[in-house]
């Protein structure tokens, strides 16, 4: 499978989950303690954690450590990858995987 899928797929994969994406909308009014975050939800900090992970590995979220606490924000640059990957996917293009299609061998061809 080409690596352009691989990667701009791991987003969506991440957002699977509800919980995820209502990280990620809370996280769009601006950069939150995870204490914030956890305060929303009832889960464990070691839930939170792997929640945040998965998160900040797809690259729509990073973090930064201040003393104990870690905050987390979205990340400008993988929103940017991840609006272009949908945009590209979902738009007719001249190097589009379907091209590659021949139209005579559609299974309709022969009724």
């Not at 899928?5 to 303690?33: N, Q, T, W």
């Not at 003393?67 to 293009?93: H, M, P, R, V």
Request: glycine share 6%; with cysteine.
């Amino acid at each position: 499978m080409d690596k352009f899928y691989i990667e701009g797929s791991r987003v969506f994969k991440a957002l699977g989950d509800p919980r995820r994406a209502m990280i990620v909308d809370m996280l769009s009014c601006g950069e939150l303690c995870a204490c914030m975050i956890l305060e929303k939800f009832a889960m464990s900090q070691s839930t939170l954690s792997h929640h945040m992970k998965l998160l900040c590995e797809c690259g729509l979220v990073v973090s930064r450590n201040e003393g104990k606490w870690t905050y987390y924000s979205l990340s400008a640059e993988g929103i940017a990858k991840t609006k272009q990957f949908f945009c590209d996917i979902t738009s007719n293009k001249e190097n589009c995987i379907c091209k590659e299609l021949n139209p005579d061998q559609c299974c309709n061809v022969n009724d």
